[in-house]
Structures are given as structure tokens and as C-alpha cells.
């Protein structure tokens, strides 16, 4: 009987109110609910002020309502009427669905984010210098000379050092040949970097040495040339944008020491001192990097990920002095710039004119599509006048420019519909500005199909700071885009140091980047994968097998034990304590980022203290204890079974068979949100739910979407996440493939051409 009334209920067109079944449900609800929860459950102060909505199902709810509503006396709304009253706020308010049609997003006019502020100012000054080809070749270009001074005539060997990491003692490197008391040796070449943030360099020597980093001038970021003998290691910071490849020379010299050694470190973003590694390093040269300087204020992050949606005094100051900085450099690299003859006593005839051509190309790219003449006229040609010198005409556009809404707003730009498609693709695939071959399309009209517009995207998927972005994602998605202490309890965990840290972390993204950009793609894989990148310190951390050195090589592990991302060390100490797991945070991770279920904050923090309870009892014993009460269960019940499934790993991530000497039990009964009840054994249990949830995949594709495009998902048309779901199972869940139709999608989503196969759901324009 009771499963007839819960497949009639679903079957039901709810938003049809003249229904009898719809018409008991609301009146039940009003009589007995809205005091509490407000007639729209938009709750009610001194009551329950958070708003009544979650992703529970209606046969979920009905249980829901029927063991716990109203909670003065829950029997006056058990069975038929809790499935009515469930039946009726589900498709009223409380679903996504329902949400969403009763207060439908619009698409925001958005600013640039500080992200995206600094990576188009570098794309602009970049455009007007030569780009180094992508290489396999690893190492930095070294030449080594018989002499103090790095004379051409005294260079005696030349070949790719791997790293810069030597200790010559009181011995030539190169017996023979260069003499043992005094030599020079100078490196060049290219610093590949893949993360933004500060870098801290080091040169460790008893030498002199000059390090010169992303520089074109003879300015060296760090200066020992002086040299007392004695071993030093000098240290500098700058911050550097993911993506790009920056230019290092390292010039060294020896001359009478007792002995030379010479080691090239940094300390990149939530890494350790170390030597920096082959991989990163390219013997190609490449030009110096625009890197804004300029701090900018946080950007609003209140809807789960980053947007320009705020326009304070401090954001005006920082756009300000960002495009002073930018118009410094451009003005002191002018001629450089502007294609010139360096010596001003060999300037042609027409300098003015082509420096006037200049700043007209510079505007069109900062504005991402053609300029009127009415631009030229205001933001270029009044500039410059007979007694107004070169480089102040050329400041006076970049500041212009630069703190021009047609720069700051990408979306206002008026432009035709091929240029639209032009900026939004940059954008969205990687932060910036459109390279030449995306303006060529623009300017040719090649864009003007849906296949079209693929197929540059994908072109693009492929450009450095594409992937850097992407990774971004990731890391956001996981969780890892904050700083969090990761440290445990030494005499717990012994080994568990900064560096065994910085392995793991980039262990997992090496993890991620070999899914990702594989053939396949394949985002199932993210999660039963059963491979993790180690190097020896980290094999022999998780006592695994013996291996030796510090190249990171990819090892599979029984399945059992090892499930993609869930089951990574990195991340399975990210949620845990200092002393202990904590499934409760590890539950709440899996169920929102991983399951996308919606969970509310708890009504009432409780800290868990780990000293309150009897210290026989296990970690699971302990959060039972905690969160038995009817209230906690209404989300407990869907973060505990997910938070046991990972007690076999410890606040490492290390495998174990017991806690506090008791077996681990991770084995619990969840329910799904198609009602189901699942049996969870373990992590992998997890994944293949996760792997094969319709509901996992729409939330990852919305945490994507929001990601690329910094706007709400739903703004594009009902539909859309629909259409991208369909997408995404069709091509075997390929992220790559997601990625490319998020970027078509979101461009041409007001486009002419699009116009055929738009939804049932026009989304409102700006």
C-alpha cells in the first residue's frame, strides 16, 4: 500500500495546485509546518531561520517528516499525510529544481578577477614578444670556460646540466682542460612554472655568483659576486603566474677559494627548500613575463567559487595601480616592444607613426576586438601632440586603457558576435586575452558554427595556462586551494615532515594531471584509479615495497586498499586532525564535493573533543556518540557511512588494520538519494556509487562550469546542465571533452547562430 501512495505521489504533476493530493499536502504543511518554517519554508526567526531545502527525495523526506514533524508531537503527521506534506514542499520550495524556478539566477556583470587581471596584462605585454617553442629537452643550457670571466675564448665544454647541484671540492670541473683555482661557469635557459604564487630562489655556494630571474635588464634578482669564501645561501622572493615559462641565468665563478660547490634551490608554493628539479627546468630561453605586483583585495567567493562581483575603493586603487605598473613597463620597454630600432640615433623617419600603431594594437588587444574610430580618436590619437614625449603619450593610453571598463568588464564590450565568441573563449579556457590565432578566427568570421567553436576551444585546452587553470580546479574542487596546516602529532606519525608533505601533494597532482590530460580523460578514473605517484621517501612512508630516488613513478596498489582521489594521502590527511581521523570531515568532503549532496551547516557547532570520550573507544564509537541525536542524524546520516568507509586510513593516509587496538569497521548502510540503500565497505564502494551517480556527475559538472565561466550554471537555461550531463556520459565521461563543451556552451550562449538549438529557457541577458 505504502509503496502504491509513494509511486503515485512521484507521478503526480505537482505544480498542477488544483490536485486533491497537492491541495492536502499544502494544508497540512500550513497548519502544521509554517509556523515554524515560514509559508515558503523560508524559515522563521526564533524558530528555525534556515531556509527548508536540501536533496533529499520525497520518499527520503516523507520518512524524515514522519518520524521527526511537527516536532511538538511528530504522530499528528505520520504516513499518508508526511508523504503528502513531503510530496508538496519537495516540488514547492525545497528542491533544486524548485529553487531554482522560483528564484531564477541571471547571468552577472562580472569584473575580471585578480586571477584574471593578472594573467591578461602579462597575455598583452606578451603578445608584442616573441613566444619560446613547447620543447622535451630538460635541463638549463650550461657552458663552462677556463677562466674567472665567461670570455668566448676560454669556453671549453658546452652540454644540458639536468640541475644546477654541484660539489667540485678543490677539483676543475673539467680535469685538463679548466683549471682548478679559478673558472666560470654560466647556466641559461628557461624556469617552467605550473602553480601562481610566491617563489622563494636560493643560491647555496662558497662562490660568486649572479642569479638573474624573468629579467631583461642587468639587474640580478639575487647579487654574491662578492664572496668571502665561506657557504652562504642568499634568498629571494617573487611572485610568478602558472603557466608561463620564465627566463634564468645563473653566472659562478671561482677564483683562489679552498673549494667550489654551487646548488640553484626555490621554495615554490607549498613546497620545501630543494634543489629545483630537472622537470621544470627547459635550456631554451624565453622572454621575461609581465607580473603584476600590485596586491589586489580578495575576490568574493560566497557562492562556492571565485567572481568579480565586487567594486569597492580598494579593488579602484589596486586597477589603478596596476595599470601605472603595466604602463612603467611598457614605457621602459618601448622600443623593444614596439618592434624598434634600439638606438634612438637610428629611429625612422615615421617613429611617431608606429609607435602611434603600436598603442592602437596594444588597445584593440586589451579590449579584445577591433577598435572603432571613435577608440583610436579617445584612447589613442589626442595623446599625441608635437611637445608630448614618446613615452608619456604611451602611458597616458596604457592607464587608459588599462582602467577602462571595455578592459575590466569583458562583457560590455559591443562588439560583433564573431569578437564575443573571441573573448569569451580566452576567458573561460584560460584567463586572458585571445592569442593571435584566436583573433585571426575573430577576425575572419571562422567561428560561426558550434563545431567551429569546439574546435578552437580544444586548441586551446592545450595552451600552458589552460592547464594551469585547470589544475586550479582541481585543487579548488578537492579543497586544496587554502592553506591548511597539514602537520601531526611527530610522535605519532614519525616521518610525517614539511617535506613528506610537498611529495604528497605533488604526488596527487601529478595523479590528477596523468587522468586528465590521458587519452581518455576519463573522470571515473579519478576516483577508482588504483595508481599513486611516489618517490622513495614517500614508498618507504607508506611501506611500500623498496624504491630508490626522487623520480616520482606511478605504482598501483590493490583496489581494495586504494580508490582514486578519495583514498590519496595528501587528501586524507587534509581531512583529519592533528592526532587522529576525523570522519566526520572526510564524510562532509565526500557527500559535497564528491557526491554533490547538499548538506546545511549544523544548527549548532559542537567541537569534537577528542578528550571528552574514554580512550579505549575507536574513532567510529566516538562520532556515534557524538551525533546520535535525532537532529544531527538528519545530515549524519549521510556524513558518518561515508566518513567510516575511510578509517582504514589513518591521519596520513597511511593503510592500518586497527584503531585504539580494536579491528577497523568501516562497513555502514547509506541511503542514496534515489532512496536506495547501499552497503558501504569501504572506499571503493564510494567511488562506484560516485562513478555511476548522475547526481556526482551534475554536481561535478556544475563545480566545472562555475569554475571556468564564474557564473551560476542555471543562468545558461534550465536545461543546460542537462544537455552537459547528456554530453559528458555520451563521451564516456571525458573532462576534457566537458570542458570544451562548457566553453562552447557559455560562448555562444546569446549567439545568432545559436539561436536554432537554444532551450526552452532563454537566459536573461545583460
Not at 641559461?188 to 602553480?195: D, H, K, P, Y
Not at 595523479?511 to 584509479?529: A, N, P, T
Request: with cysteine.
Amino acid at each position: 500500500m505504502l509503496l502504491r501512495v509513494f509511486l503515485i505521489l512521484l507521478l503526480i504533476p505537482m505544480h498542477s495546485w488544483a490536485n486533491p493530493v497537492a491541495q492536502r499536502g499544502k494544508a497540512l504543511y500550513m497548519k502544521q509546518c509554517a509556523e515554524c518554517h515560514g509559508d515558503k519554508g523560508e524559515g522563521v526567526e526564533d524558530e528555525y531561520d534556515e531556509p527548508l531545502y536540501g536533496d533529499r527525495t520525497v520518499v527520503d523526506l516523507a520518512k524524515v517528516i514522519h518520524d521527526t514533524m511537527p516536532d511538538y508531537a511528530p504522530e499528528e503527521c505520520a504516513d499518508e499525510d508526511a508523504q503528502a506534506v513531503a510530496a508538496y514542499i519537495h516540488e514547492a520550495f525545497y528542491s533544486a529544481e524548485a529553487r531554482a524556478r522560483n528564484r531564477p539566477v541571471r547571468i552577472d556583470l562580472v569584473r575580471l578577477t585578480a586571477a584574471q587581471h593578472a594573467q591578461s596584462v602579462a597575455d598583452l605585454v606578451a603578445s608584442f614578444r616573441w613566444q619560446p617553442k613547447a620543447e622535451a629537452a630538460r635541463g638549463l643550457q650550461a657552458r663552462y670556460y677556463d677562466d674567472r670571466r665567461t670570455r668566448r675564448d676560454k669556453m671549453k665544454l658546452e652540454r644540458v646540466d639536468p640541475t644546477i647541484d654541484f660539489d667540485f671540492g678543490e677539483a676543475s670541473p673539467l680535469p685538463g682542460e679548466i683549471g682548478e683555482e679559478a673558472f666560470a661557469i654560466e647556466w641559461t635557459g628557461s624556469l617552467m612554472v605550473e602553480e601562481t604564487g610566491d617563489y622563494q630562489f636560493s643560491v647555496r655556494t662558497e662562490n660568486g655568483f649572479k642569479l638573474y630571474l624573468n629579467s631583461d635588464t642587468d639587474t640580478p634578482l639575487i647579487d654574491g659576486w662578492v664572496s668571502s669564501g665561506e657557504m652562504v645561501e642568499p634568498k629571494a622572493t617573487v611572485k610568478l603566474l602558472g603557466g608561463w615559462a620564465y627566463p634564468v641565468r645563473l653566472e659562478y665563478f671561482k677564483f683562489k677559494d679552498k673549494s667550489a660547490s654551487v646548488e640553484l634551490r626555490w621554495k615554490p608554493p607549498h613546497g620545501v627548500n630543494e634543489i629545483i628539479p630537472t622537470t621544470t627546468l627547459r635550456p631554451t630561453a624565453a622572454p621575461p613575463v609581465m607580473v603584476l605586483q600590485t596586491p589586489f583585495p580578495p575576490d568574493d567567493r560566497s557562492l562556492g567559487y571565485v567572481r568579480g562581483s565586487a567594486v569597492s575603493k580598494a579593488w579602484g586603487r589596486a586597477v589603478t595601480s596596476a595599470a601605472l605598473e603595466t604602463a612603467d613597463h611598457v614605457a621602459r620597454h618601448l622600443r623593444d616592444l614596439a618592434d624598434l630600432p634600439r638606438r634612438r640615433s637610428e629611429a625612422p623617419e615615421n617613429e611617431t607613426e608606429k609607435i602611434q600603431a603600436f598603442c592602437e594594437t596594444l588597445v584593440s588587444r586589451a579590449f579584445r576586438r577591433p577598435l572603432t574610430e571613435e577608440d583610436r580618436e579617445h584612447f589613442v590619437r589626442q595623446h599625441f601632440c608635437e611637445d608630448t614625449p614618446h613615452d608619456v603619450a604611451v602611458k597616458r593610453v596604457v592607464l587608459l586603457a588599462l582602467q577602462s571598463p571595455q578592459f575590466l568588464f569583458p562583457e560590455l564590450s559591443p562588439a560583433a558576435d564573431s569578437w564575443k565568441l573571441v573573448s569569451r573563449l580566452s576567458t573561460y579556457l584560460y584567463d586572458g586575452l585571445p592569442d593571435a590565432q584566436l583573433r585571426d578566427a575573430g577576425k575572419k568570421g571562422w567561428l560561426g558554427s558550434a563545431d567551429a567553436v569546439r574546435k578552437e576551444a580544444a586548441r586551446l585546452l592545450d595552451h600552458p595556462t589552460a592547464r594551469a587553470k585547470v589544475r586550479t580546479f582541481f585543487l579548488h574542487w578537492l579543497h586544496l586551494d587554502d592553506e591548511h596546516d597539514l602537520t601531526k602529532d611527530h610522535q605519532l606519525f614519525p616521518g610525517f615532515d614539511a617535506s613528506t608533505i610537498a611529495d604528497f601533494r605533488q604526488s596527487l597532482t601529478l595523479f590528477i594531471d596523468d587522468v586528465v590530460w590521458s587519452e581518455r580523460s576519463d573522470y571515473q578514473e579519478l576516483l577508482l584509479g588504483n595508481d599513486l605517484f611516489l618517490n622513495a621517501d614517500l614508498a618507504n612512508f607508506l611501506g611500500h615495497g623498496t624504491m630508490t630516488g626522487d623520480t616520482f613513478r606511478k605504482v598501483s596498489f590493490d583496489p581494495k586498499a586504494r580508490s582514486g582521489v578519495l583514498t590519496h594521502p595528501y587528501l586524507l590527511a587534509r581531512f583529519a586532525y592533528h592526532q587522529s581521523t576525523s570522519p566526520i570531515h572526510r564524510g562532509v568532503f565526500m557527500a559535497r564535493q564528491v557526491l554533490g549532496r547538499s548538506l546545511k551547516p549544523p544548527p549548532e557547532a559542537i567541537e569534537f573533543d577528542d578528550a571528552h570520550f574514554d580512550p579505549s573507544l575507536t574513532m567510529r564509537q566516538k562520532v556515534t556518540d557524538l551525533t546520535k541525536s535525532r537532529a544531527c542524524m538528519n545530515c549524519h546520516s549521510i556524513i558518518n557511512p561515508l566518513g567510516f568507509s575511510l578509517e582504514h586510513f589513518d591521519a596520513t593516509g597511511r593503510y592500518r588494520f586497527r584503531d585504539r587496538h580494536a579491528p577497523i569497521d568501516p562497513v555502514s548502510e547509506f541511503g542514496t538519494q534515489d532512496g536506495r540503500s547501499l552497503t558501504i565497505r569501504g572506499p571503493r564502494d564510494v567511488a562506484v556509487h560516485a562513478a555511476h551517480s548522475p547526481t556526482a556527475h551534475r554536481g561535478f559538472i556544475q563545480h566545472l562550469f562555475e569554475h571556468l565561466v564564474k557564473q551560476p550554471v542555471n543562468a545558461y537555461g534550465m536545461n543546460t546542465l542537462d544537455t552537459l550531463h547528456q554530453d559528458f556520459v555520451a563521451s564516456q565521461f571525458n573532462i576534457r571533452a566537458l570542458i570544451v563543451e562548457i566553453a562552447t556552451l557559455a560562448a555562444m550562449h546569446d549567439s545568432p547562430s545559436n539561436q536554432a538549438t537554444s532551450t526552452d529557457h532563454e537566459p536573461k541577458n545583460l
